[in-house]
């Protein structure tokens, strides 16, 4: 009998920016291992990024395996035309995954494209690979009429197609472990693990009455506003600040120009709590233990949503305020089933902490530091005072999308189906 192999997987990722480049490719590449036993290698420029999201992966090491995944240094040299043998050396996947547009070396393109691969368990003898171009997530309705477009290559003869992570089933759907809902249920049910949590870090649990809140996010200059609120409000705000551009600003806010991990400082009835740079499943725990989260980019976005708890989206700015159009397609879907008082709370909340205009227009930027402080203290009080239905909103959401299968779970079948075509 012959024993067929798992389906090889390749993964390309190149660090643009901060974590969620890696913190995507590295969730996925796990994933594709642990729950689909496929074999995956992650190709990635910048180790460094990975061993900040888990310090097992050693920054120093070219080639290694972490979680079942095969981790490769991607050094453009080693496919450089003229490589040679270290080209020839790289077997051929029968998935390659390119992240975010990164683009994948010449020399492997050309290889790939004339490859043709034995079989696998899912796979027919002399089957061909499949390139798959892995999008940014987005709410917007086009997304769903793009999800695995053929997108032809310009000069190879090489099956590729789109991959749009998204909020509805007929997306690629979004980044969840199998287990995930379930730890977090666990977790959010048992005092002692959040207990746990904190200790580790130094700390008791916020007290009972406490509103926690976690806060990871790009520089803002609406930050103070937010911080006056709740030093000055009447429920005590324990504030936990993770290590982000955001950190400068909430120094600034205080007056000082440093604060140790570990650190706590109080301001009237806001306390805040300096933490470190937290491993990317210890940044889960923090999520759950919190209250409310303030995240950002794309892949915290994802987490807060898992962690069923009210959330405030710092979305990556791009030019042209493409990101004002990505703000809105979300707060649309996010909002619809809420009541009006609280939902043009919540959009205001967002929008502000965003710099867009009260009624989501384009106005990036244009809002003084003191219209933007009362639209935020308005917005808070209103939102802190329906936080019940906030949270159950939370929960409704989170369940709502745990009813759609999983980003890798979608791939992985989206291949099989374009394979059994072919
Ligand atoms: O890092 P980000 O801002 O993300 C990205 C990149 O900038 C990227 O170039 C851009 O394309 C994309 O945004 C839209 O935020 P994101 O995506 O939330 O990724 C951060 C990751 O870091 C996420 O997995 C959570 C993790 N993390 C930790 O592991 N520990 C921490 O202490 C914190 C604050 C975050």
Partial sequence: MTCLQQPA???FCRVIDNYGDAAVC??????????HGCQVRLWIDHLAALHALNPVVNDSEPAQRVDG?????????DFAAGAGDAIDAITMPDVVVEAFGCGLPDTYSERLASSVLSATTSCPPGH???WITLEYLSAEAWVASHHGLPSPHPRLDIDRYFFFPGFSADTGGLLREVDLKLRCAVFQGHDEAIDAFWKRFGWLSPSPGATAISLFGYENPHLGGLLD?????DTPV????????????????????VAGTGESVRRGNLE???????????????????DWNF???EDSFVRAQWAARPFVWHIYPQQENTHGVKLEAFLDNYCADLPAGLQSAFRSLWRTWNGQSADGGVAVGKISAVEAGGQLAAAWAQLASDGGVLLQHASDWSNGLIRQQDLAGKLVDFCRKKRSKA
């Fill in 9 to 11: 997987w390749d993964i």
């Fill in 26 to 35: 590295w969730r996925l590449a796990r994933q594709l291992h642990a729950e």
């Fill in 69 to 77: 995944v095969e981790v490769r240094v991607w050094r453009e040299a």
């Fill in 128 to 130: 061909r690979p499949i």
């Fill in 229 to 233: 609120v709740w030093s000055k409000g």
């Fill in 238 to 257: 324990c504030l936990a600040v993770t290590d982000s551009r955001i950190r400068p600003d909430v120094l600034r806010w205080l007056g000082q120009a």
């Fill in 272 to 290: 805040i709590r300096f933490l470190p740079f937290l491993t990317q499943d210890d940044y889960d725990l923090l999520l759950w233990a919190c």
């Fill in 295 to 297: 995240v950002r980019g």
